[in-house]
Every structure is written in C-alpha cells, then in structure tokens.
C-alpha cells in the first residue's frame, strides 16, 4: 500500500512537472510570435522638422572666439539686392562689403519688390507670392507642381528659403492657371503665420519657430546665400545651413549675410563685418 502512494505520488509530481515545462514552452512561442508580428508594423514616418527650439544642436558661444574682419564700427546698415549696402535705406554711407569702409554711392533706380512664401497644410499646398509696388501675383499648388514651378524659376531652386502658415481658403478666388493680379491687401485675411519655417525645395528641415522678420526693406528670402540662411529666434540672429542645423549662435541684434563667409552682424548695438 505505501508502494503504491509513493508511486502516485511520484507520478503527480512528474506531471505538475511536465505540465509546466508545457507552459513555458508556449510563453516562449507566443513571445517569439508577437516579437515577428511587431517587426513587421511599419514606423510611423516622422517629418523631416528640428525640435520645437534650436538650442539643441546650438554651438557653444564665447564673444571672445568672434572673428571680426571689420570691428563694430556701424549704428544701422541696411541692404538692397540691387543697390548694396548703406547706413540708411538707399542714403548714408554707402558700404564696401569686403572692406568696410565708405564707397562711392551707386543708385540703380528700380521699384520695390519682395518675395513670399507659403504653406498650406490642411490641403498640402505650396505657394510663391511676388508683390511689387502695382501689386503682384500668387502661385499655390502641390508639392510636385511647385517643384516644377521652382525648377522652371531657376533663381528659386535649390536654395532655403522660408515660408510662412496660411489659408488659402481665405484667399480671393485666383484667376487662370493660379495666377491672378493682387495687392497685399488680398492676403490680410489668409490667416498668414507670424512664425517662419525653413523649407529646402519642398522638404521642411525646420518647424515654424522662427520670427518674424519686420524689416520692410530685407525680408528673409533675400537674407540668404546658396545653403545659409540668416533667421531670428527669440528676438535673437543666428544663421542655418540648409540641413536646419545652426552655423552661427542666436546671439546677434541682426545678421545680414554678405556671402558664405562674412555677414554684417550687429553686436552691443552696432555693425561689423563678421567672419562666419
């Protein structure tokens, strides 16, 4: 009799011990099996955006490491695309952007002209606005027909460039071919962004974080040179490169680039010309 409770007893131990190497062999094939099915969800795309601020890849700033070919010498300088570089808008001193020191003046007369651009993201819709002193015209399409549109403006094209927020909703019905005569005035109701965002074709490498820009007479698509772009943050001018990462600190008053190696920076309230 006590043989066979020992035996009995023997044999539930061996199959409590069974039915538990049963059961880790299952876990270990259900773990297996959702670890295959998780690796085949595809990621979640991620825009091509920089965080919410700059400061994370932001160099390190000492005023003393500043390289200035020209020492602040300047209380405003202003800058036209065609004229050049003045102590005031087209008068003062006119500036030698190699040198620093005054020039001769050269006046080209010319009417005034500035260049915008916009994104819609509820409908993905790009857009050019040219605005001249008899109005201008309005350009919105997709992100292919804008690429076309760049390639075919070869002024426009592989360059950074800075857009703003709108709704084209908002905007008077355009005219054929999505060009239609109009004034600023057409555009006060577009719902058009105080914030800027830097776009390389049609490929955002920033959010819309940066400033605005309220120099009537130098708006952000001229402040640039082939892959930098000047640009205010928190009321402060550094300068990007065409991947959104920072080339020069936000620590300036105003920066205007000059060419890929100096720029007019105004530091402790007066210009010079400094060594990017």
């Known amino acids: 009799m006590m043989t066979y409770h020992l035996l009995l007893e023997a044999g539930l131990r ?17 773990c297996l099996a959702l670890t295959a099915c998780t690796n085949n969800v595809p990621l979640e795309e991620t825009p091509a955006h920089i965080e919410d601020t700059p400061t994370l890849s932001e160099p390190i700033f000492d005023e003393n490491d500043l390289v200035w070919r020209v020492e602040p010498t300047y209380n405003s300088i202003s800058y036209c695309g065609i004229c050049g570089f003045s102590t005031e808008d087209h008068g003062g001193i006119w500036v030698d952007a190699k040198t620093g020191q005054a020039t001769e003046p050269w006046y080209h007369g010319h009417g005034g002209e500035a260049d915008y ?39 426009l094209s592989n360059r950074l460039l800075a857009f703003q927020k709108i709704d084209s909703d908002r905007i008077k019905e355009l005219g054929p071919d999505n060009y239609d005569p109009l004034t600023p005035y057409d555009l006060s109701d577009a719902n058009i962004s105080e914030k800027y ?24 698509f001229f402040n640039r040179v082939n892959n930098m772009i000047a640009m205010r943050f928190n009321d402060k001018w550094g300068i990007l490169d065409v991947n959104g990462n920072i080339v020069v600190a936000f620590e300036f008053e105003d920066i205007i680039l000059i060419d890929e190696e100096t720029a007019f920076a105004k530091y402790n309230g007066q210009y010079g010309i400094l060594d990017i």
């Not at 509820?122 to 399409?141: I, V």
């Not at 992100?143 to 760049?150: V, Y």
């Not at 965002?197 to 952000?220: C, E, K, P, Q």
């Open 197 to 220: 965002a830097l776009v390389y074709g049609t490929i955002f490498v920033s959010d819309f974080i940066y400033d605005n820009d309220d120099r009537y007479h130098l708006n952000y």
């Open 117 to 155: 651009f916009y994104y819609d993201g509820k409908k993905e819709l790009y857009g050019y606005f040219s605005n001249g002193h008899s109005g201008g015209y309005l350009f919105l399409g997709s992100e292919n027909e804008f690429s076309d549109f760049l390639e075919a403006n070869d002024w």
């Open 14 to 30: 061996r199959s409590i011990v069974c039915k538990c190497f049963l059961f880790a062999v299952l876990l270990f094939l259900c």
